[in-house]
């Protein structure tokens, strides 16, 4: 979750979505996001709206897990009054921040709002991110028991001058151990790793990748690092005291996390997300790349009704006050018309392996798609099928793709 939130219409006080947002709704699956913006130290590559304790000013985190569960509350009375088809939350994803930086117990908590508020569909997916140093055997098992079915641990690299690089705080050594009690307390496990740091070399990203499958998680995510503005890591880099990330390198990268994986029965269904099955992809995410509805719980989180988006105030203590004072802690909101819908439809299906229906792109865009599969960049099987669906070379590219594909 980027900290800087965009500009748009004024958020009401009350909350209440227009008419459009419960049209079709009952269509559509429903999923809740839970922000916990706490680290107990920033990473130096990371824009996401997180707080240390020295930045937190006025906010306490033991306040945290009740005023979470006062906004889902809220949402479930702002949903019901603006005529949006009740459903039950299909998935639930915890993130921040380092969310089991909070107890245990809070996180329960906060989930058992949303249990109370919306309901859990059967078989709901319950996921909590976590870093390697923030849990330990009793935490996974506590998780377990409250209802979590899924931990997504911040891997990022194995190898100690990787992670030093990044500010990450853990030994590479506890992965294993933290795996390992996560299995045993009957939780799946996905990794996340991020490729292209800085002095980071080839050799360097397969022991990473190598480190990750053998610990047979049933998920990875892989991401190239960006380099945002106004980070200590982007400070670093203008000052010459790191490289800029490579892009021919990361190139490389990508290619040899697609053939490792690969070869040890990960299939990519997202262009930076590689799954053991199809039942252990991210439900919560495709939630996001499908259009789906959610809440976002938190400062700074997001939420998605209908095609009306918003977003809350990032810094936590702004959070609390609307909170304690019954309102909407939105900062802003838009409501997406039909064709910027059908645009970001394009931008996030064709990220996808099971890809996009060709009938979706704007008529006058269509005829890109033959000199993209001359390009190599989509596949022409797939096609024929009425399908746009990357190729390898494609993922890489996938921006320029897209460009392609949508009006100008």
């Keep these: 979750m980027p900290s800087a939130l965009p500009i748009a219409d004024p958020a009401p006080e009350d909350g209440l979505l227009p008419p459009t947002a419960a049209e079709g709704a009952d269509a559509r699956r429903f999923g809740v996001y839970l922000h916990v913006p706490f680290c107990r130290v920033r990473c130096g590559y990371c824009d996401f709206n997180t707080y240390t304790g020295d930045e937190l000013r006025g906010a306490k985190r033991s306040d945290y897990a009740a005023q979470a569960a006062a906004e889902v509350a809220f949402g479930g009375a702002v949903l019901g009054a603006s005529g949006v088809t009740a459903r039950p939350a299909s998935t639930v994803f915890v993130g921040g921040g380092t969310p089991t930086m909070l107890p245990a117990a809070d996180l329960a908590h906060m989930l058992d709002a949303v249990r109370s508020t919306f309901g859990l569909a059967a078989g709901a997916e319950i996921t909590t991110e976590a870093n390697p140093d923030s849990v330990d055997a009793d935490s996974l098992r506590a998780l377990k028991d409250a209802g979590f079915t899924r931990v997504s641990f911040g ?80 400070r670093r880099i203008r000052s010459g005291a790191l490289p800029e990330p490579d892009d021919d390198l990361q190139a490389e990268q990508y290619d040899l996390a697609d053939e490792l994986l690969g070869a040890a029965g990960y299939a990519w269904y997202e262009v930076s997300n590689w799954a053991r099955s199809p039942e252990h992809r991210s439900r919560h995410n495709l939630a996001y790349w499908t259009g789906e509805d959610w809440w976002g719980v938190g400062p700074g989180a997001h939420s998605h009704v209908g095609g009306v988006r918003w977003w809350n105030v990032k810094h936590p203590a702004a959070y609390g006050q609307r909170i304690a004072a019954g309102v909407s802690p939105a900062a802003g909101r838009e409501t997406l018309d039909a064709a910027s819908r059908a645009l970001e439809r394009v931008l996030l299906e064709t990220r996808l392996a099971d890809g996009m229906p060709v009938t979706r792109i704007d008529a006058s865009r269509r005829a890109e798609v033959a000199g993209l599969i001359a390009d190599g960049l989509v596949d022409g099987r797939a096609a024929v099928t009425g399908r746009v669906v990357l190729t390898r070379p494609g993922r890489l590219l996938a921006d320029a793709v897209v460009r392609r594909l949508t009006p100008a």
């Design 155 to 234: 891997m990022q690299s194995a190898v100690p001058s990787v992670l030093a690089t990044l500010d990450r705080t853990h030994d590479p050594e506890r992965v294993p151990l933290v795996v390992r009690w996560a299995r045993e307390a009957g939780l799946d496990v996905s990794l996340d790793l991020i490729y292209g740091t800085p002095g980071e070399t080839l050799d360097d990203w397969r022991t990473s990748l190598e480190a990750a499958i053998a610990l047979g998680p049933d998920h990875v995510s892989a991401y190239a690092l960006i380099v945002e503005d106004g980070t200590a890591l982007a």
